[in-house]
C-alpha cells in the first residue's frame, strides 16, 4: 500500500518551517519513501519540508506493507512558523482497507 500526502502553500506568503506529522496506522510496516522535496523520519513520523513558495506543493510517497487485514486510517497534520489562514485544511485522513 502506498501512502500519499500533499502539502501545498495556496498563498499569498512564503511558509516558513512547514512539517507534516504522519504517524503509520497500526497493522502497516513501513517499506521505503519517496518525498519531492525535505527529509522523511520514520521514527518520528515527521516530514520536514522547509519552506513553501506561494503555489508550491510536494509530495510524500510513503510505501508500507501490510501485516494485518482491515481498514487503515491514515492520518496527517501540517504545521507551519507562518500564521495558517485555513487551518481546517491542514488535517487529513484517508481510509484504506486492506485484504
Known amino acids: 500500500m ?21 504517524q503509520l496506522p497500526d497493522g502497516l510496516k513501513f517499506v521505503k519513501y519517496s518525498a519531492t522535496k525535505g527529509y522523511f523520519d520514520i521514527g ?6 522547509g519552506d513553501l513558495e506561494a503555489g508550491e ?12 487485514t482491515g481498514e487503515k486510517v491514515n492520518k ?3 504545521t507551519s512558523d507562518t500564521e495558517i489562514t485555513a487551518p481546517d485544511n491542514c488535517y487529513e485522513e484517508e481510509e484504506n482497507r486492506c485484504m
Open 57 to 68: 506543493e510536494q509530495v510524500l510517497k510513503i510505501v508500507t506493507k501490510a501485516l494485518t
Open 44 to 49: 518520528t513520523g515527521v516530514w520536514d519540508i
Open 2 to 22: 502506498t501512502l500519499i500526502i500533499e502539502a501545498n502553500n495556496k498563498g499569498p506568503n512564503v511558509a516558513k518551517n512547514v512539517k507534516v506529522s504522519n
Open 76 to 78: 496527517a497534520n501540517l
